[in-house]
C-alpha cells in the first residue's frame, strides 16, 4: 500500500497501545499497593492490572509484527 | 446535572493527550502521500479489505453510537440491538454482494456521483445537495454529543470540548484526506473497542452475567420487557419502544437499514477506497461481523445500567424538572464512573472522543468530496486542475467543520439526540435508497423518473415529519398507532417516503424516454458483465464469508428472541 517506506497503520496502532498498557499496567501495580480512595465497584479485581497487560500484549504484538524495516 | 461525575489523575491525562499526538501525527505523516485528487478523496484506491472494512464501521461508530444508543438501550431495552443486526447486517451484506460492483466498476467518486451517471445533473444535485445539508447537521450532533459528555462525566466547559476536538479532526482531515481519515478510523476503532468492553465485562461480573442481568431487570422495572428482541413486537403496547415488528422488519430492516448502509456516501465512500472489487465487495462483510459484535460495547452496558445502577434514569425533560436527576444519555458516563479508577478512565473517556472524532471525519471527509465533485466542480467551476479541486477539498474540510461546530449550537436545543438522527435518516435516505436501487436493477428507469421520484419522496417525507411535530395526532395515520414512539414514527415515515420515491419513479419512467442500453453499461444489472473472480477457493469468495456472517445473524436473533 502506498509503495515502499510506507508505515503500516498497525505499527501506529502497536505503539499506542504499548504505550496505553505500560501506564494502565504500572498504574494497576501502584493501587495494589495504595488503593485510591474513592474506589470503583469491583475494584477488588484489579481492573486495571490485568487490562492493561492485555493493551501491552497486543501493543507489542503489532509494534513488533509491523515495525518499519529500513529500504 | 450541575455537577462532574468524577475527576480525572494525571495517567488519565496522560493517555488522552498521547491520543491526541498519535492522531494528529499521523496526520502530518500522510500529507505527503496525499498529492492528487485520487489521493486526497479516495485514498489513492489503495485500502485492502480489512482497512477498508474497518473504517468503514468506525466512521459510523461516532459517539452518538456509544452514548446515544446505550441511552436507548436503557429507555428501550434489547429492542435498541434491532438497530446492529436487521437494521444493519442484512443492508450490508447486500452493499457487498449486490451493490459494490456497480458503484466499483464505474469508477464513481461518490453516490451523487453515480446519480449523475445513471440518472443525469439534476439528481446529482439534488443528492448532493441534501446529502451535504445532512452531513453538517449529523457532524454537528455528533460534535454536541462529544461536548455534553466530556461536560457531565469531566464538568470540562462544553465550547472547549467542541472546538479542541474539532479542529483536531480538521487538522487531520486537512493534511491527508481520507487516507488520513481512514489511518485514524482504524485506530479509533481498536480504542473504541479496548476502552468500552471494560464496562460490559466488569457489568458482567457484577450482575451475576446474563442471568442474574436479566433476573434484576425484572426486580427493578417489573412489567416490563427490556430483554426480548422480538417477542413483545406482537402488538404496539406490549414493547417499551411502541412499535409493531412490521415496523422494524419493513420500516428498519428494508429501507432506513438499507439506505443508510448502501447509499450514505459517509460509509460507502470508505469501500470505495479498496484496492481491488474484490477487496471492495469484502469490505463491507468484514465490517458487518463487527457490526454484529457492536452490541456487546454499547447496548450491554445500557442493559447493566437498567440492572446495576441505584437510581432509574428518566427522560430529558423529566430531569429538567427533577434536580440531581440523570438521565438515559448519562447511562454509558454512569457505568464508567462505576467500574473504572485512574487509567482505565482515561482509556473509557479517550474511547468516547475517538467515537465522536472518527464519526466526525467520516462527515467531514465524505462533505469535502461531495462538495467539491459534486457541487463545486458540477455546478460552479468544471474545468479546474485537479491541485485545484486537492486545494478546494482541504479548505472544504476546514469550512465544513466550522458549519458543523455552527450546527451544534443549534442542536442542543434538541431534547432526544438519537430521535433527532433518525427523523434526519428517514427524510433523506430512504427516498435516496430507493432513486439508487431502482437505478441499479431496472434497466426501465429513466433520467426524469431519477430526480423526481428522489424529489417526491424527499419532499413527502419532510411533510410527514412537520404534519406530526404540528399535530400530534397524526401519528395514528403516519406510525399506524397512537401510541407510537418517536423511533416508530421514524420507520413508518421512511417507509411511506420510500414507496412514495419508487411509485412516483414507476410513474415516471412509464410516461417518459429510457437511456438506451450502450450508456447503462457498468451501471445497471444486465447491462454489466460483472468481473469473474477466478478459480479461487470457497474461503476467498466474498459470498462465502456473506454466508457466514448472515448465519451468526440469524442464530443470534433465535437465541435473543
Known amino acids: 500500500m502506498h509503495g515502499p517506506g510506507f508505515v503500516s497503520i498497525w505499527f501506529f496502532i502497536g505503539a499506542l497501545l504499548t504505550a496505553y498498557g505500560l501506564l494502565i499496567t504500572a498504574t494497576g501495580l501502584y493501587e495494589l499497593g495504595t488503593p485510591p480512595a474513592n474506589a470503583p465497584v469491583l475494584s477488588n479485581l484489579h481492573a486495571s492490572l490485568w487490562w492493561g497487560l492485555v493493551l501491552l500484549i497486543i501493543g507489542l504484538i503489532y509494534f513488533i509484527k509491523f515495525f518499519p524495516k529500513k529500504q | ?561
Open chain 2, 1 to 561: 446535572m450541575t455537577e462532574k461525575l468524577l475527576t480525572l489523575s494525571p495517567v488519565d491525562l496522560v493517555i488522552i493527550g498521547l491520543y491526541f499526538v498519535m492522531v494528529l501525527g499521523i496526520g502530518f505523516y500522510l500529507k505527503r502521500f496525499t498529492k492528487t485528487g485520487e489521493d486526497f478523496f479516495l485514498a489513492g484506491r489503495d485500502m485492502t479489505s480489512w482497512i477498508a472494512g474497518l473504517s468503514f464501521v468506525a466512521a459510523n461508530l461516532g459517539s452518538l453510537e456509544l452514548m446515544g444508543w446505550a441511552a436507548s438501550a436503557y429507555q428501550y431495552g434489547i429492542l435498541a440491538t434491532h438497530w446492529y443486526w436487521i437494521g444493519a447486517i442484512p443492508a450490508m451484506l447486500f452493499l457487498g454482494i449486490v451493490m459494490m460492483p456497480f458503484y466499483y466498476i464505474s469508477r464513481t467518486h461518490s453516490v451523487p456521483g453515480y446519480l449523475k451517471l445513471r440518472f443525469g445533473e439534476p439528481a446529482r444535485a439534488l443528492s448532493a445537495i441534501t446529502f451535504g445539508f445532512m452531513t453538517v447537521l449529523m457532524s454537528g450532533i455528533n460534535m454536541y454529543s462529544m461536548a455534553l459528555v466530556l461536560k457531565i462525566v469531566l464538568g470540562w466547559d462544553i465550547h472547549f470540548s467542541i472546538w479542541i476536538s474539532s479542529l483536531t479532526v480538521a487538522v487531520y482531515v486537512f493534511l491527508g484526506g481520507l487516507l488520513s481519515a481512514i489511518f485514524n478510523e482504524v485506530l479509533q476503532f481498536f480504542l473504541i473497542w479496548l476502552g468500552a468492553i471494560i464496562v460490559s465485562v466488569l457489568g458482567l461480573i457484577e450482575a451475576g452475567g446474563w442471568s442474574g442481568m436479566v433476573h434484576r431487570i425484572h426486580t427493578n422495572f417489573p412489567g416490563q420487557d427490556y430483554t426480548h428482541l422480538w417477542a413483545g413486537l406482537g402488538s404496539f403496547t406490549s414493547n417499551p419502544m411502541g412499535i409493531h415488528w412490521t415496523g422494524i422488519v419493513l420500516g428498519l430492516g428494508f429501507v432506513i437499514s438499507f439506505g443508510y448502509w448502501t447509499t450514505d456516501f459517509l460509509v460507502v465512500q470508505r469501500v470505495l477506497s479498496a484496492k481491488d472489487l474484490r477487496s471492495a465487495k469484502m469490505a463491507p462483510i468484514i465490517g458487518s461481523a463487527f457490526k454484529m459484535a457492536v452490541p456487546f460495547i454499547v447496548i450491554l452496558p445500557g442493559l447493566l445500567g437498567l440492572a446495576v445502577l441505584p437510581e432509574h434514569l428518566v427522560g430529558e425533560s423529566q430531569a429538567a424538572t427533577m434536580p440531581g436527576a440523570h438521565t438515559y444519555n448519562e447511562v454509558l458516563p454512569l457505568m464508567l464512573a462505576r467500574y473504572c479508577g485512574p487509567g482505565l478512565l482515561g482509556l473509557g473517556i479517550t474511547a468516547l472522543i475517538a467515537g465522536f472524532m472518527s464519526g466526525m471525519a467520516g462527515n467531514v471527509s465524505a462533505f469535502a468530496t461531495v462538495w467539491t465533485y459534486d457541487i463545486y466542480r458540477a455546478l460552479i467551476r468544471p474545468r479546474a486542475s485537479d491541485n485545484h479541486y486537492v486545494s478546494m477539498g482541504r479548505w472544504c474540510t476546514i469550512l465544513g467543520v466550522l458549519i458543523s461546530i455552527g450546527t451544534a449550537y443549534v442542536v442542543m436545543q434538541f431534547l432526544s439526540i438519537m430521535d433527532y438522527v433518525q427523523a434526519l435518516f428517514s427524510i433523506f435516505i430512504a427516498p435516496l435508497f430507493g432513486t439508487v436501487i431502482l437505478g441499479m436493477l431496472w434497466k426501465r428507469a429513466t433520467p426524469a423518473a431519477g430526480f423526481w421520484g428522489l424529489l417526491a419522496g424527499t419532499l413527502s417525507s419532510l411533510a410527514m415529519f412537520l404534519w406530526v411535530h404540528f399535530d400530534p395526532s397524526a401519528l395514528r395515520y403516519i406510525a399506524l398507532s397512537s401510541h407510537a414512539q418517536n423511533m416508530a414514527e421514524n420507520m413508518y415515515r421512511a417507509l411511506w417516503s420510500w414507496i412514495i420515491c419508487v411509485l412516483v419513479t414507476v410513474a415516471v419512467s412509464a410516461v417518459t424516454k429510457p437511456k438506451p442500453i450502450s450508456e447503462l453499461k457498468d451501471l445497471v444489472y444486465g447491462a454489466t458483465v460483472i468481473p469473474s473472480e477466478g478459480a479461487v477457493s470457497l474461503v476467498h469468495r466474498p459470498i462465502f464469508w456473506a454466508g457466514v456472517v448472515f448465519v451468526v445473524f440469524v442464530v443470534l436473533n433465535i437465541i435473543f428472541w
